[in-house]
Structures are given as C-alpha cells and as structure tokens.
C-alpha cells in the first residue's frame, strides 16, 4: 500500500532527533524550467537514507533492536543505518556489493558498522531473502518496507510548505522507495503536480519495465552512477511506480557529470551520481514546463573521483 499523510506526519515527529530539515534553493544555471533543488545531501550522513532508517528504527520495539540490524546497501542506506544504531548503542551488519565506493564503506565503518562486501548477484539476493545466513538482527529494507518510505515521503510535506506551488519533481530511482514514498504523499495533497524518476542508461530497470507494462530485467553495468540502478524492479515498487509516477527519465553518464560539474560551479554544492541524474533529467526539458524540483538525494561521492569526472566534464 502507498505512504499515507498520516503516516508520513507520524515520520516527521519520529525522525527529528536525527534527520535535519534541508533547503530547498533555486538551481543558479539556465535551464527549461525554474529549476530547484531539495539538498538532501546536507543530512549528517550526506544522504536522505537517515529519514527512513530513522523512522524504521523508532517504530521497532526495543527489545527487537537489542539483536542489531542488518540492511543491503552500496553505501548510504548503510550509513543510515550505522548512524541510528551508534546512537542508540546497538550493532550495525552492513551486506555490500563488491562494486561500492570505498568512500562509502569507510564512512560506515568510521560509524561502527561491520561491513560484508559479497558480489553483486548475492548482494541483491538479500534484498528478496530479508536476511544473510549467519547475521542476526532486525533486517531493515533499504526501500521496500513502509515504515521507510514513510521518512522518505517527510520530504514531500517540506517541499509543499517551501514551494507550494511547484509543477513537477524529478526523484532518482534506486529501488523506489524515494520515489514512491514522495509520490504517494504528492498524489494525496497535490495531485497536479508531475512526478517522474530518473535513471541512468547503464542501469535503468524501470524504463524498461513501464514500457513492458511488468517488471523487466535489464544488463547492470556498474559506474560511477552508485547509489542508484540496479537489475531489476520489485514486484511491489512496480505496482507502486505504475501508478504515482507520470514515467522515468533515462539520462546519459555524461550528462550526470555535466549535471554534477555544473552544481558544483554555479551553487558550490557537490552531488554524487544519482542525485546528479535527477538534476540532469530536470534540466533537460523532459519534466515540463514551470517550477521542477529535483531531489539532490546524496553527496557521498570519493572526491578525487568527483574532481576526475567534473574535469573531464
């Protein structure tokens, strides 16, 4: 079932010890549309992820948590994770592809997190089980579970006060719980506003599967696009996406560096790749005329990658 609002105000409370209130500020480049962007890279981990596992955990029982956690993730879910658990003084397990960013996978470790780096097949196979054999603990969804994308969708009621008057918000799409959580709540309290994902070509399931009108596999090439793609779509997230998305972007990696080269340049702001993509399909015409907002979802990318890409740009 989608997020409610009253779910998504039951987050809000829930998540305020740990999760900030981030900006919403114009996006200082010409482009289409008047574009902005909702900077979710400003959270304590660099990531909107906090706002899910935050909301997740205060929802667990105490006496569950005493066990630990267990999440999948390529590095932010992971973070998350780690961050929650540190503060609340129980155990981390972080199950990790063989492709994730060192950068990322210090940073959990920085948090007391122990991380599993298993390859990618395996990897995603612990998003369907909910487990890996040999870990105990609460296993907490990086994006098909509702308690976490009713944090993620804590972002829409900001947006709405912010800019009340927005006209389409492009989301990066990983797994869809960003995407679904803010859609559910958009389509309940403003339903005309437009709302599409974006993709990266190297990985981009969702087109492919609304296209086929049922989830469709698709090759998975990694680059340095990490916190989204992915081989596949959910069955759920499916259902989901097919009904609150008005469709998915697919941009170019080289549009998602110019996209990270010119936010860095014009608003001094540094954005990983998948919040890259969502600033890219923004700026390019394809979300529609007025106020777009995109969702600058994280900025955990190793700068000397960031500084290769942006030059090369």
């Known amino acids: 079932m989608p997020v409610s609002v009253s779910e998504a105000n039951e987050a809000r409370i829930n998540i305020t010890p740990v999760a900030f209130r981030t ?6 480049a010409d482009a289409p549309a008047d574009l902005y962007l909702k900077l979710e890279n ?70 007391g997190g122990r991380v599993i780096k298993v390859p990618f097949a395996e990897w995603w196979q612990t998003f369907e089980r909910r487990s890996y054999p040999g870990v105990d603990g609460t296993f907490i969804h990086a994006f098909d579970d509702p308690h976490v994308m009713a944090g993620n969708a804590t972002i829409t009621l900001e947006l709405l006060e912010d800019l009340p008057d927005l006209d389409a918000v492009v989301i990066p799409w990983g797994g869809g719980g960003l995407s ?27 087109a492919a599967s609304l296209a086929a009108g049922q989830p469709r596999p698709v090759e998975y090439q990694p680059s340095f696009v990490d916190g989204i793609g992915s081989t596949t779509v959910f069955p759920n997230m499916f259902q989901q996406a097919r009904v609150l998305l008005d469709g998915s972007l697919v941009v170019t990696l080289n549009e998602a560096a110019q996209a990270m080269k010119l936010v860095a340049e014009r608003n001094r702001i540094i954005v990983e790749g998948a919040a890259a993509c969502a600033v890219a399909a923004a700026r390019s015409g394809r979300a529609g005329p007025g106020k777009i907002v995109a ?19």
Do not use: H, W
């Open 295 to 313: 969702i600058v979802s994280g900025g955990n990318i190793d700068l000397d990658k960031f500084a290769q890409l942006t030059a090369q740009a």
């Open 23 to 28: 900006p919403l500020v114009r996006c200082n």
């Open 42 to 111: 400003l959270q304590p981990i660099g990531s909107f992820k906090i706002r899910g596992a935050a909301n997740v955990m205060a929802l667990t029982p105490s006496r569950q948590l005493e066990r630990g956690v267990l999440t999948a993730s390529a590095g932010n879910m992971a973070q998350g994770v780690a961050f929650c658990a540190r503060r609340l003084g129980i155990k981390a397990t972080i199950i990790a592809p063989e492709t994730a960013p060192a950068t990322k996978i210090l940073a959990v470790e920085r948090m």
């Open 180 to 206: 679904c959580g803010i859609a559910a709540v958009l389509r309940a309290l403003a339903p005309q506003v437009r709302i599409y994902a974006a993709e990266i070509e190297s990985a981009a399931p969702l």
